[in-house]
T-cell receptor, first 118, second 114 residues
Framework: DSGVTQTPKHLITATGQRVTLRCSPR?????VYWYQQSLDQGLQFLIQ???????AKGNILERFSAQQFPDLHSELNLSSLELGDSALYFC?????????????????FGPGTRLTVL | AQKVTQAQTEISVVEKEDVTLDCVYE???????LFWYKQPPSGELVFLIR??????QNEISGRYSWNFQKSTSSFNFTITASQVVDSAVYFC???????????FGTGTRLTIIP
């Protein structure tokens, strides 16, 4: 158990709908990362938040958005869902250490949320 | 640009055999970090090891060992005396200093045959 929790574990929805995935980082971790794992794209970085602020952006679609709340939990919102959005969505967290505010720490992953869009 | 290549898509070995998973990486950065993660059939991603670019010392942890060679840009993972519980997909990943994201390889599916 990494200490990172994600809910729900499974989500089945229809095209065009909107869903929210939730993540609670490990105690003491300030950074939260979101990744998408799909059969065709593999594991892809979506976005990172550090202490409530967006820090880095990857291959995140405009239909997707995220935020990190004062209690450090994070939510990933996916809207206007398409069949191709079906994937396993992971949240990871890390302690923010290192120089120039860049994290050098290990990212620990949650169990993932499996999203199925029908 | 960063890239991680795991050329072995699938490997099957008989239990108790040794097996090595290959990982080759590309980066222009001088400071970077390499990782191995395990994804068992249950789906979660489990952290196994992290290695810093300035530390080429090999590491052994029980039946697991890692060989980091900067000269060949490789970070290979060996499982000695494999067990059925080792069956999983193994991912090698790279993170450069100053870049927040992990770049993953495509993974190697390891099946241990009892």
């Amino acid at each position: 158990d990494s200490g990172v929790t994600q809910t729900p574990k499974h989500l089945i929805t229809a095209t065009g709908q909107r869903v929210t995935l939730r993540c609670s980082p490990r105690s003491g971790d300030l950074s939260v990362y979101w990744y998408q794992q799909s059969l065709d794209q593999g594991l892809q970085f979506l976005i990172q938040y550090y202490n409530g602020e967006e820090r880095a952006k990857g291959n995140i679609l405009e239909r997707f958005s995220a935020q990190q709340f004062p209690d450090l939990h994070s939510e990933l919102n996916l809207s206007s869902l398409e069949l191709g959005d079906s994937a396993l969505y992971f949240c990871a967290s890390s302690v923010e250490v290192g120089h120039a505010n860049y994290s050098t720490d290990t990212q620990y992953f949650g169990p993932g949320t499996r999203l199925t869009v029908l | 640009a960063q890239k991680v290549t795991q050329a072995q898509t699938e490997i099957s070995v008989v239990e108790k055999e040794d097996v090595t998973l290959d990982c080759v990486y590309e980066t222009r950065d001088t400071t970077y970090y390499l990782f191995w993660y395990k994804q068992p059939p249950s789906g979660e991603l489990v952290f196994l090891i992290r290695r810093n670019s300035f530390d080429e010392q090999n590491e052994i942890s029980g039946r697991y060992s890692w060989n980091f060679q900067k000269s060949t840009s490789s970070f290979n993972f060996t499982i000695t005396a494999s067990q059925v519980v080792d069956s999983a997909v193994y991912f090698c990943a790279l993170k450069s200093f100053g870049n927040e994201k992990l770049t993953f390889g495509t993974g190697t599916r390891l099946t241990i045959i009892p």
